[in-house]
């Protein structure tokens, strides 16, 4: 099996989509389509869903895998996220990426820090923007860049993060980015946990009660018919029993608009959770139908 190409460098990267473009064409695929799944690394099962769906709507997949300094806040550990290239190119290569694009800080910000930043207005100050601030502006940006680098059909999110989901779609429609974003549904533990990089860093008892997260939606869905408040009401008391489980927020969005439903609310919604699980912050979220 060989593996993908790893580039590590702009020009790189740029030619060695060129290349993967003329050889599709050499082998009779006109305009070939190219899909980017832009990643921090420390791949998992759900990387992985969305390297086959991008070899699903595309020809040639390109992975990326970059931490990117600007989307963590100043108490935020970035010496502590997990970097595992070898490990992720091999992962990569059983899932048929054809190209890696892992850059250093230096090839992204060779100036440092850009000056220049996307802002996403309203929706990203609130929630995972209102805890971790500057986080959306950071991934606005990098994407942006990746988007401009690697110039794919299509990039590919995973559901999980849905507020960076909701704010990538934002920024695709309002700068007339020429690609379509796909969205994959979130890959889940057997005992309900969704897939993270950051569950690596639970210890074995936050890790059972890290299953409290995805309790919680449950929760929320059973209680759904009831409305708005009676659906928070249910998630916050199943979230009370877990003692290692520090909540954040609980919190229930129109899906069109992410901003929070009113109890007269009626219809689907997106219920998010985020956490604090024996010093690890983890999110999630599902929709319900509320009644
Ligand atoms: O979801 C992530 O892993 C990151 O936010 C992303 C989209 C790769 C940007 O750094």
């Known amino acids: 099996m060989t593996g993908p190409v790893v580039a590590s460098d702009i020009d790189a990267i740029r030619d060695a ?10 082998r009779g695929v006109a305009d070939a389509r190219v899909a980017l799944v832009p990643t921090m ?23 990326s895998i970059f931490v990117n ?22 992962l990569l290569a059983e899932a048929g990426a054809d190209l890696v694009f892992a850059p250093t800080e230096q090839v992204m910000y060779p100036n440092g820090p850009t000056v220049v930043r996307i802002t996403g207005g309203p929706v990203a100050s609130q929630l995972e923007g209102a805890s971790r601030r500057g986080h959306f502006e950071g991934v606005l940006t990098v994407v942006a860049k990746l988007l401009h680098i690697v110039g794919p059909d299509a990039v590919l999110f995973g559901r999980k993060d849905a507020q960076q989901v909701f704010l990538v779609q934002q920024m695709v429609r309002d700068l007339d980015f020429p690609v379509t974003v796909e969205v994959v549904d979130t890959v889940r533990d057997t005992d309900g946990l969704a897939l993270s990089s950051r569950n690596r860093r639970l ?17 929320a869905a059973s209680a759904a018919d009831r409305g708005v408040d009676a659906t ?33 609310y009626r219809g689907p919604a997106r219920v998010l959770v985020a956490a604090t699980v024996g010093g690890t912050r983890l999110i999630d979220n599902d929709t319900v139908v509320l009644g």
């Open 69 to 90: 300094p600007l989307q963590f806040g100043q108490a935020e550990d970035l010496a502590a996220y997990p970097r595992t290239l070898e490990s992720d190119v091999a």
């Open 41 to 63: 690394g420390a791949l998992h099962a759900g990387h992985l869903a969305l390297v086959q769906r991008a070899r699903e709507v595309a020809d040639v997949v390109v992975v």
């Open 232 to 264: 928070i009401a249910a998630a916050q008391a199943s979230l009370m029993g877990e003692p290692l489980v520090a909540l954040d927020y609980f919190a229930i969005v129109d899906p069109g608009t992410f901003q929070p439903v009113d109890d007269g």
């Open 203 to 219: 210890g074995p008892e936050a890790r059972i009660a890290a299953r409290a997260l995805h309790g919680a939606l449950e929760a």
């Open 17 to 26: 989509v060129r290349t993967a473009r003329a050889d599709a064409a050499a």
